[in-house]
């Protein structure tokens, strides 16, 4: 039977997300936003609380304790009694759905250009629909992916497991004991004779093969496709999160440090000719733009240049790469003018308390992110771990308070998601890859949204694993340790990258990088979204 108290968790867990995502949805959406994509809101909403939900559903697997032997039957006590074999099925599917099929149809949908405005100001053009325009884009995402999908489980969805051989005399050679049945008809440890020289004479002669055998298993699509968006996401999560883990610290004790203060009279001049000279800038960058954009539409007569063209390949990524440091700065210039309107007109409206919060957070985050660097050298990557470190700690706090240990998973779980999309974000901004969508208050686009919630989403399986292989003392009894630890481990092809630790090694690695590059370069560096030479090059470009 499930555990009432466990049910009730679950019932409070699924409103609480659905809560904090509809705040974040209303709060961060923009105004643009506010009457439309509806569609793209709960697509947004509901993979919100998906991605919370893959997180949280290790510290209930903790709390149901359903992998302890003693769950069959004879020792329940401790066992929720919850199917998390099947909760953890729900996830393994929902994710691929929501990553490959509604986040991207919504992004198509969001973004389709409708034709309205030609549609009114032409002759017998009619608008284009938005829907058979994000239907046409998604067909091609679902026969990549599906094909994808199919070849891989085709192919690669065997695992092998290891085994000893032990070899056991036969069991009428044993000594033999009659057990007397209670009134009750229960069965009792205490009704088992003290073990003889017989039976000791029956363990001494068990013989276990040196060598290591090999279970080969084929695994189900649903495991499978969990170990394959798992290992898909390992490689942006390794990235993301160990800048995260650095940055998140550092960016949240410097908001306390550069927290707005009143100017006088001199220092509110300056500042204004400052800033209103990086915005006349950009203007002029902005039309520099516009012009190499028109004359190059002239010049090819409205035709790119062909993907099989050298020369236009490397002018499209000098575009785009110009483009989005345009952008960058755009966006720098105006978390500056922001921090100018808080220490002049809106100095007495500004909350004095967000700064504290911030240094507070950032504390918190140092000292998680710390335990994280050190759990990970003292007891995931040595072959021997040099203690259980975190674990002893939960288990620790099992002894007088179990729901702690519970909770403190579930906080160091999700830490590790949060830092995954700061390090997306602060990536972004200083190697302009990728366009980069920060969640601001009030200012927060639906693509941004559905961009984010897609990272989160890829993120959230490798999280899990990662939470799991660093917590498996603790985490031993849990249904996902099953999974992860045995059937996913031995994966054909993808199990090498866990075996081997792979991503745990490039994990730290990028984590000390960032922290060497942070200290050495600031946390701001100009040198990439510096206005004056965008335009300066821009001009050098057009002769």
Same mark, same amino acid.
């Given at each position: 039977m499930a555990d009432i108290f466990l049910i009730c968790v679950i019932v409070i867990g699924f409103v609480l997300l659905h809560i904090v995502g509809l705040y974040l949805v209303v709060k961060y959406q923009h105004p643009d936003d506010k009457n439309d994509a509806y569609i793209p809101k709960m697509v947004v909403l509901l993979g919100f609380v998906l991605s919370g939900a893959t997180v949280l559903l290790l510290p209930l697997d903790v709390a149901n304790n359903e992998g302890y032997a003693g769950c069959d039957g004879f020792d329940t006590a401790i066992c929720g009694g919850l199917d998390m074999e099947l909760f953890w099925k729900i996830i393994y599917w929902l994710i691929p759905i929501w990553i490959f099929l509604l986040v991207p149809t919504c992004t198509f949908y969001y973004e389709a250009d409708d034709g309205m405005l030609m549609a009114g100001t032409s002759v017998g053009v009619k608008p284009n629909s938005r829907i058979k325009e994000a239907i046409k884009y998604e067909l091609f995402v679902v026969v990549i992916f599906g094909l994808i999908f199919a070849l891989t489980y085709l192919f690669l969805n065997e695992t092998a497991i290891p085994v000893r051989e032990v070899t056991a005399p036969k069991f009428s050679d044993g000594a033999l004991y009659t057990i007397t049945p209670v009134s009750n008809a229960t069965f009792s440890a205490s009704q088992l004779a003290p073990m003889g020289n017989q039976d000791v004479a029956v363990l001494t002669s068990n013989k276990a093969n040196e060598t290591l055998g090999t279970v080969k298993l084929g695994v189900n699509p649903s495991v499978f496709y969990a170990g394959l968006m798992s290992w898909m996401g390992w490689f942006l999560?390794?990235?993301?999160?160990?800048?995260?883990?650095?940055?998140?610290?550092?960016?949240?004790?410097?908001?306390?440090?550069?927290?707005?203060?009143?100017?006088?009279?001199?220092?509110?001049?300056?500042?204004?000719?400052?800033?209103?000279?990086?915005?006349?800038?950009?203007?002029?960058?902005?039309?520099?733009?516009?012009?190499?954009?028109?004359?190059?539409?002239?010049?090819?007569?409205?035709?790119?240049?062909?993907?099989?063209?050298?020369?236009?390949?490397?002018?499209?990524?000098?575009?785009?790469?110009?483009?989005?440091?345009?952008?960058?700065?755009?966006?720098?210039?105006?978390?500056?003018?922001?921090?100018?309107?808080?220490?002049?007109?809106?100095?007495?409206?500004?909350?004095?308390?967000?700064?504290?919060?911030?240094?507070?957070?950032?504390?918190?985050?140092?000292?998680?992110?710390?335990?994280?660097?050190?759990? !990970?050298? =003292?007891?995931? @990557?040595?072959?021997? /771990? +040099?203690?259980? &470190?975190?674990?002893?700690? *939960?288990?620790?706090?099992?002894?007088?308070?179990?729901?702690?240990?519970?909770?403190?998973?579930?906080?160091?779980?999700?830490?590790?998601?949060?830092?995954?999309?700061?390090?997306?974000?602060?990536?972004?901004?200083?190697?302009?890859?990728?366009?980069?969508?920060?969640?601001?208050?009030?200012?927060?686009?639906?693509?941004?949204?559905?961009?984010? !919630?897609? =990272?989160?989403? @890829?993120?959230?399986? /490798? +999280?899990?694993? &990662?939470?799991?292989?660093? *917590?498996?003392?603790?985490?031993?009894?849990?249904?996902?340790?099953?999974?992860?630890?045995?059937?996913?481990?031995?994966?054909?092809?993808?199990?090498?990258?866990?075996?081997?630790?792979?991503?745990?090694?490039?994990?730290?690695?990028?984590?000390?990088?960032?922290?060497?590059?942070?200290?050495?370069?600031?946390?701001?560096?100009?040198?990439?979204?510096?206005? =004056?030479?965008?335009?300066?090059?821009?001009?050098?470009?057009?002769?």
């Open positions: 999560f390794a990235l993301f999160g160990a800048v995260g883990m650095a940055a998140m610290p550092l960016d949240l004790i410097l908001a306390f440090i550069n927290r707005p203060r009143h100017m006088d009279a001199v220092e509110f001049a300056e500042a204004q000719v400052l800033l209103r000279d990086r915005v006349n800038e950009l203007v002029n960058v902005g039309e520099l733009l516009k012009l190499e954009r028109e004359e190059k539409a002239q010049q090819n007569g409205g035709k790119g240049g062909g993907f099989f063209s050298r020369e236009a390949r490397k002018a499209a990524a000098e575009e785009k790469k110009t483009l989005l440091q345009f952008k960058q700065a755009v966006y720098l210039l105006e978390e500056d003018a922001e921090d100018f309107s808080n220490c002049t007109e809106n100095y007495k409206n500004y909350n004095p308390l967000i700064p504290y919060g911030c240094l507070l957070g950032g504390i918190v985050s140092f000292i998680i992110s710390m335990c994280w660097v050190l759990h !990970i050298i =003292l007891y995931m @990557l040595p072959k021997t /771990p +040099v203690t259980p &470190f975190l674990n002893g700690y *939960f288990r620790w706090f099992d002894k007088w308070f179990p729901l702690f240990g519970v909770l403190s998973v579930a906080i160091f779980s999700f830490y590790l998601l949060i830092c995954a999309v700061k390090g997306c974000f602060k990536f972004g901004m200083r190697f302009l890859f990728f366009q980069v969508h920060p969640m601001k208050l009030n200012k927060t686009y639906m693509s941004s949204f559905l961009f984010n !919630i897609a =990272l989160v989403l @890829l993120c959230a399986l /490798p +999280v899990v694993q &990662f939470s799991v292989t660093a *917590f498996q003392d603790y985490a031993r009894n849990t249904t996902i340790n099953q999974v992860v630890n045995v059937q996913l481990k031995y994966l054909k092809f993808f199990g090498w990258f866990w075996r081997n630790q792979v991503f745990e090694i490039a994990l730290m690695c990028l984590v000390l990088l960032t922290c060497l590059y942070l200290g050495c370069r600031g946390v701001r560096d100009s040198s990439g979204s510096n206005s =004056l030479q965008l335009r300066d090059r821009l001009r050098s470009r057009r002769g």
